[in-house]
């Protein structure tokens, strides 16, 4: 069954650090996307990238940057971890306008 | 900017009856639409994809309009099940292939 790993379901981090979330798809998609979830304001595109080492900021790139060295694999780094920063966190990927988003199952991030 | 709306307020309909939920949009002119099912604590499932020339698609229960007059998408499944209970969100293509998510709309279906 194709699908999105994210690295971790539930994450605590203190504020100041950096934080690592990893995803990784195995349908050889070249889109990948992280989002993030919070009550009220549905899915806002943090970062995107269309091929290997291409990315594209999305409406709230602000305080994150992402890294895509190989194809299957997107990473999304919080600089330094701040309060307002808690939320879901969901990866997806895409074969161009084929189909669908395949979304990872989220990490809920609680920074504290 | 674009705007997509959906009814934040839950719909709650009898098990058998048709769910019919709306998504609104604004400032956009779409190609693609798409609607997904998110269950609580996980992500989002792809359930449908619409082009702007597709009035209509339809899969097993699930049906889907486009009416990019009104700019509006209609997303109903009949004989609704409480399996069918869920937050469902449409989506609507910007450019290089991403899609912006309205909020969703729970469906709770009562046996």
């Known amino acids: 069954d194709v699908k999105v790993t994210q690295s971790s379901r539930y994450l605590v981090k203190r504020t100041g650090e950096k934080v690592f979330l990893e995803c990784v798809q195995d349908?050889?998609?070249?889109?990948m996307f992280w989002y993030r979830q919070d009550p009220g304001l549905g899915l806002r595109l943090i970062y995107f990238?269309?091929?290997?080492?291409?990315?594209e900021k999305g409406d709230i790139p602000e305080g994150y940057s992402v890294s895509r060295e190989k194809k299957e694999r997107f990473s999304l780094i919080l600089e330094s971890a701040s309060t307002n920063q808690t939320s879901m966190y969901l990866c997806?990927?895409?074969?161009?306008?084929?189909?669908?988003?395949?979304f990872g199952s989220g990490t809920r991030l609680t920074v504290v | 900017s674009q705007k997509i709306e959906q009814n934040s307020e839950a719909l709650n309909i009898q098990e058998g009856k048709t769910a019919t939920l709306t998504c609104n949009y604004t400032?956009?002119?779409?190609?693609?639409l798409q609607w997904y099912r998110q269950d609580p604590g996980r992500g989002p499932v792809f359930l449908l994809l619409?082009?702007?020339?597709?009035k209509e698609k339809r899969k097993e229960r699930l049906k889907v309009t486009f009416d990019t007059t009104l700019k509006q998408s209609l997303f109903h499944i009949t004989a609704s099940q409480p399996a069918d209970s869920a937050t469902y969100l449409c989506?609507?293509?910007?450019?290089?292939?991403?899609?912006?998510f309205g909020s969703g709309t729970k469906l709770n279906v009562k046996p």
């Open positions: 997806a990927s895409s074969f161009r306008q084929l189909g669908g988003y395949t």
């Open positions: 349908m050889d998609h070249e889109n």
């Open positions: 990238s269309y091929d290997v080492k291409m990315k």
């Open positions: 400032n956009y002119s779409p190609a693609y």
């Open positions: 619409i082009r702007e020339n597709e």
């Open positions: 989506a609507l293509e910007g450019n290089f292939n991403k899609f912006y």
